[in-house]
């Protein structure tokens, strides 16, 4: 069965101190890994897509790296409106387009 | 803009009386997603169609149906609300389901059960 976990659970940060989000997984066979935010009362909003170890993708603050037993969303110089809950989810091969998420880390980045 | 719409925002309703939430995309995407998300907790997959295929998720209850009369729209019943149904749903999109794509997700529906 996959699973995903986030770590750590919540996240406290000074405005400008960079910090990482960590995603462990346990797939069949990976199909991608995708990043989303999610903001209180909101859906998920897309962030990454990473398919493969070794691959990474920045977005402004952030960049997703990722190995073969997990991905760390790195933070630089956070801002307040990077607080948010962060989640990471996996498709596995053998479960199509299935996405399976972990719990989340919810970042709170004071000014 | 494309986008995913889920109606209503907030849903109250009673235990055991039936509910219907609503999903609408302008995205023309093939597949369309139904989650549940519970307060501090993962979303997890319901169903899903891909196109007229409807696939239920084995741990899905049979509580909840679902229904896509177009390429646009799909619904979510809840036949009896029970409390432990209070969530927030979530629909998503993708363009199909054979590669790795990505699921865009709707604004949500906060269901209430009293």
């Known amino acids: 069965e996959d699973q995903v976990t986030q770590s750590p659970e919540a996240l406290r940060l000074q405005e400008g101190e960079s910090s990482s989000l960590n995603c462990s997984y346990t797939v069949s066979g990976l199909r991608g890994l995708f990043w989303y935010r999610q903001d209180p009362g909101k859906g998920p909003e897309f962030l990454f897509t990473?398919?493969?170890a070794g691959e990474e993708k920045e977005k402004e603050r952030l960049k997703a790296t990722l190995t073969k037993k997990e991905s760390f969303l790195h933070i630089t110089a956070p801002k307040p409106e990077d607080s948010a809950t962060y989640l990471c989810?996996?498709?596995?091969?053998?479960?199509?387009?299935?996405?399976?998420f972990g719990a989340g880390t919810i970042l709170r980045v004071k000014s | 803009d494309a986008m995913v719409i889920q109606n209503p925002r907030y849903q109250v309703t009673q235990f055991g009386k039936p509910v219907t939430l609503s999903c609408s995309q302008t995205?023309?995407?093939?597949?369309m997603y139904w989650y549940q998300q519970k307060s501090s907790q993962a979303p997890k997959l319901l169903f899903h169609y891909y196109d007229k295929d409807f696939n239920n998720e084995a741990d899905t209850p049979d509580n909840f149906q679902s229904r896509r009369p177009n390429t646009s729209f799909c619904f979510l019943d809840i036949r009896s609300p029970g409390l432990g149904d209070a969530a927030m749903y979530l629909c998503?999109?993708?363009?199909?389901?054979?590669?790795?794509?990505?699921?865009?997700f709707g604004p949500g529906t906060r269901l209430t059960v009293l």
């Open positions: 998503a999109t993708s363009r199909d389901n054979r590669v790795a794509d990505t699921q865009y």
């Open positions: 990473l398919y493969s």
């Open positions: 989810a996996v498709q596995d091969m053998e479960y199509g387009n299935k996405l399976v």
């Open positions: 995205l023309n995407h093939n597949v």
